[in-house]
């Protein structure tokens, strides 16, 4: 099977926040960029929020970028589900719940 390019944009915030937090994740692949004898992976993941910009590169040439690229992006999914449920652990005990999509007291 053919690899397709992936490429999401989407916003953080939910509708009437500010406007500029958004992630982005693009993976390509790219017929000899860097490895001469084959196809490289061009991977990046770019978080940004209000005027702060974060891009991580998981660039593929070889064996060993391969590994360190999929240690990278592992590790970080691990962080993140781990942040989304201590965050939605923390929200719940203080007494913030979610309705109609805005945060409010109870």
């Given at each position: 099977?053919?690899?397709?390019?992936?490429?999401?944009?989407?916003?953080?915030?939910?509708?009437?926040?500010?406007?500029?937090?958004?992630?982005?994740?693009?993976?390509?692949?790219?017929?000899?960029?860097?490895?001469?004898?084959?196809?490289?992976?061009?991977?990046?993941?770019?978080?940004?929020?209000?005027?702060?910009?974060?891009?991580?590169?998981?660039?593929?040439?070889?064996?060993?970028?391969?590994?360190?690229a999929?240690?990278?992006?592992?590790?970080?999914?691990?962080?993140?589900?781990?942040f989304?449920?201590?965050?939605?652990?923390?929200?719940?005990?203080?007494?913030?719940?979610?309705?109609?999509?805005?945060?409010?007291?109870?």
């Open positions: 099977m053919a690899f397709r390019r992936f490429y999401r944009r989407t916003f953080l915030k939910k509708r009437g926040h500010h406007a500029g937090a958004y992630v982005l994740a693009d993976v390509s692949l790219e017929r000899g960029m860097v490895s001469d004898d084959g196809t490289d992976v061009c991977a990046h993941l770019t978080v940004a929020d209000c005027a702060r910009t974060a891009v991580l590169q998981f660039d593929v040439h070889d064996r060993d970028t391969a590994a360190n999929l240690h990278k992006a592992r590790v970080l999914k691990t962080v993140v589900d781990g989304v449920d201590a965050l939605e652990l923390a929200v719940a005990e203080s007494g913030v719940t979610e309705r109609s999509g805005k945060p409010s007291r109870r």
